[in-house]
């Protein structure tokens, strides 16, 4: 890692010259949603010109539960991926009350996939096969306890009686600890954490614990939800919460703990389903997340610490080296992200209509 603050003599007088700089090792970003068909053809490549690998959520509709549904679909985007792009797909298992340990172990051992999804039934986009009953999934989690394969979580109840802003606190409380303690081999990663009580689980499980933390949840509070009017497309799973946990995040994140890392959880979905009576969830980053993310370790004064947040930590939680080669961020103001053209419709970008003060440097 380099950090400089460059005189830029050359820069153009209609450019600004960047204040600050930063060259990283290419990081990955440890979860995202290609979706399938047009829209993976229209994300892969902004995905791709940010990061070098990317864990890739199984929740298509129908869900990605088998081997052969998983080589499938790793063909699928590789077969998306612009010409002279090297992103690495990492596929995952969508668990569901019928998986099997033999199915889990032989993906494992043919590479077809490098983790497992938990989805308590019905708690987001495309749920509804989820796990209705952890215990019945034991046989399970212990054969990924024994062949060393993660086990990804979307920590939220599904109980309808708990407040949609407790429901991840709950989770933790009622299912995670417990089945931590069940497992006391498996490794687990607390998916898009958001609240300061999942932070305090991670670490007191780390090492075979760790967590991810998307930009939104660094950047906004779940007033945005609400600022002026309703904000549909500042609505994801799960919600953001109160300013002390998004402050909590900050803290995680650019604290330097090797536990937390990137992941963005970017999430697109057609303006139309997102802008509707009952709209989804999912925030979608575009070409925009490391930006976000730089910019808010620059705001923490923790730019010596975005790497190991976006290259290192999660590759090492994950077994896997980290990425030759190196990306170069920029404080330096970027144009407001635009929708992504769908034809038909289009897909909102994170921050649009904003100035973004960081750029990457191509
Ligand atoms: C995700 C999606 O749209 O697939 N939505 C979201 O709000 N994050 C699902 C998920 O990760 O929960
Ligand atoms: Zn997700």
Known sequence: MTLDSPAAPSTPADTP??????TIRRPDDWHIHLRDGEILRKVLPLTAMQ?????????????????????????????ALPAGA????????????????????????ERAWIAAKLYPAGATTNAHHGVTDLNRLAPVLERMERIGMPLLTHGESTDPTVDIFDREARFMEESLVPLLARHQGLKIVAEHVTTAEALDVVRAHAPRMGATITPHHLMI???????????????????????HHRLALRKAATGGETCFFLGTDTAPHPRRAKEAACGCAGIFHGAIALQCYAQVFAEEGALDRLEAFAAFNGARFHGLAPNEGSVTLAELPADPPQPLDLGEDEIVVFREGETLPWSILR
């Open 86 to 109: 090297d992103f690495v797909p990492l596929m995952t298992c969508y668990l569901t009350d019928t998986t099997t340990p033999e199915e889990i172990e032989r993906g494992f051992s």
């Open 17 to 22: 010259s960047p204040r600050r700089q930063i």
């Open 51 to 79: 990061f070098a690998r990317g864990i890739v959520m199984p929740n298509l509709s129908p869900p990605v539960t088998t081997v052969e549904a998983a080589l499938a679909y790793r063909a699928r985007i590789l077969a």
């Open 221 to 243: 509070n779940r007033s945005a939800m609400f600022q002026g009017g309703l904000r549909p497309h500042h609505y994801c799973l799960p919600v953001a919460k109160r300013e």
